[in-house]
């Protein structure tokens, strides 16, 4: 079974931009199902945006326009370009791929 870990998270003012990476122990990553959510304080985890198998995008509405995934099938890893960054976006983002596999999550922290 594929392993996720996810990196880049940070804290950032109103505004800034922080990328995050998400990498999979397996080949077969390169061509997975992979989706981003996040956890807010005193939330549920919620869906980001997701990347198809032939790298087809999807996002939230609250975030379409400002945040771009991507893939790097060479290096395994699917990136969460995050711009435009509001307090709202404050959680813990998680990597997710089939079969109902998480990472441990990065903090993204967006304050004044």
């Known amino acids: 079974q594929v392993q996720l870990v996810e990196s880049g998270g940070g804290s950032v003012q109103p505004g800034g931009s922080l990328r995050l990476s998400c990498v999979g122990s397996a080949n077969s990553f390169s061509t997975a199902v992979v989706y981003w959510h996040r956890q807010s304080p005193g939330k549920e985890r919620e869906f980001v945006a997701g990347?198809?198998?032939?790298?087809?995008?999807i996002y939230d509405p609250s975030v379409k326009g400002r945040f771009t995934i991507s893939r790097d099938a060479k290096k395994n890893t699917v990136y969460l370009q995050m711009n435009s960054l509001q307090s709202e976006d404050t959680g813990v983002y998680y990597c997710?791929?089939?079969?109902?596999?998480w990472g441990q999550g990065t903090q993204v922290t967006v304050s004044a």
């Open positions: 997710w791929t089939q079969p109902n596999t």
């Open positions: 990347i198809g198998s032939r790298g087809t995008p």
